[in-house]
């Protein structure tokens, strides 16, 4: 089993590597979960036997997707760990958004085969850590790994809360990716996938501590911004969607030109809810797409 890490240098994306570890590791003590994709949270334990995932039904974990090869890639148990190989497959297998050949797995990776992610486990009280990754899935999204529309919700809540007892400002940001369907349609849904994931990166890195960011459907996302109101909100959304123009998205070695639209309101009087701010938001979302797109548009307060 090798120590290096293959991949294609014509193929550029975004990677997180966990720090290595050399500890053997009881095959019993490790598990493959599912955090994005069908069977959300299925576990599957990884013993000495090799584990092969594909679209065929004599795989041990099937995958009817398309972008899935019959036999796609093979979990093996080595000395030191377990490893994962592609077996050939077409669109290629990920661990942590890098394409690999082979690559022995450590705690916290995440595998990827079309559009399915699996998290890979490994520990002396694995249980525990599966129920941990459980919980994390109900308030986070797998894919983008920013937090999911459920959280958002909630959290949304608790905001206009706060803003009525106390009489404290906050913004809200909704935003989405510009014809993402033609992303979709011209370059095939594992880049449209690849560009959320990329997306969700750039977004994370770009906001405060305490600000709340959420995917809150297929291209759409939104950020809360406590105590900020809407100059401050203006100037996150600006730099946004400057920034995102400014990344290079690419999935494949193919560069993909992406850009948002940006809504942002403020709460504020005749604000009574949290489905007012959202429409407030939404409304002006809608007027930057109406407007050219690859823009910012708010609410103006009563």
């Not at 990884?46 to 090869?69: A, K, T």
């Not at 990166?201 to 809360?224: M, P, Q």
């Not at 429409?279 to 007027?287: G, H, T």
Request: some cysteine; proline content about 3%; glycine content about 8%.
């Amino acid at each position: 089993m090798t120590d290096e890490r293959t991949t294609n240098p014509n193929k550029t994306v975004i990677t997180v590597v966990g720090a290595p570890t050399a500890k053997k590791v009881d095959a019993r003590e490790a598990c493959l979960v599912v955090i994005y994709g069908e069977d959300l949270g299925r576990r599957i334990p990884l013993g000495s036997e090799p584990v092969v995932i594909g679209r065929s039904s004599r795989c041990e974990v099937q995958l009817d997707q398309e972008s899935v090869s019959r036999n796609h890639c093979r979990i093996d148990r080595g000395p030191t760990g377990f490893a994962v190989r592609d077996l050939g497959s077409t669109n290629g297998t990920y661990v942590n958004d890098e394409l690999v050949d082979q690559m022995d797995l450590r705690d916290g990776d995440q595998l990827k085969v079309g559009r399915t992610i699996l998290k890979f486990i490994v520990g002396g009280n694995i249980e525990g850590q599966y129920h941990e990754e459980i919980y994390r899935l109900m308030t986070m999204d797998g894919l983008t790994q920013v937090h999911n529309k459920r959280y958002f919700d909630e959290m949304l809540e608790r905001e206009v809360s706060r803003a009525r007892r106390y009489d404290r400002a906050f913004s809200l940001i909704l935003f989405d990716i510009d014809h993402f369907k033609k992303i979709n349609d011209t370059y095939g849904h594992l880049a449209g996938d690849a560009v959320l994931r990329q997306l969700g990166n750039v977004v994370r890195k770009s906001v405060r501590r305490d600000d709340v960011v959420a995917r809150t459907g297929g291209e759409e996302f939104g950020i809360l911004t406590p105590e900020i109101g809407l100059t401050g909100a203006l100037d996150l959304a600006h730099k946004l969607n400057r920034l995102v123009d400014d990344t290079a998205f690419e999935f494949e070695g193919t560069r993909i030109e992406v850009t948002v639209s940006c809504g942002v309101a403020t709460w504020a009087p005749p604000f009574e809810s949290g489905t007012a701010i959202v429409q407030a938001a939404d409304e002006a979302l809608y007027e930057a797409k109406r407007t050219g797109r690859n823009r910012v548009c708010h609410h103006e307060p009563a």
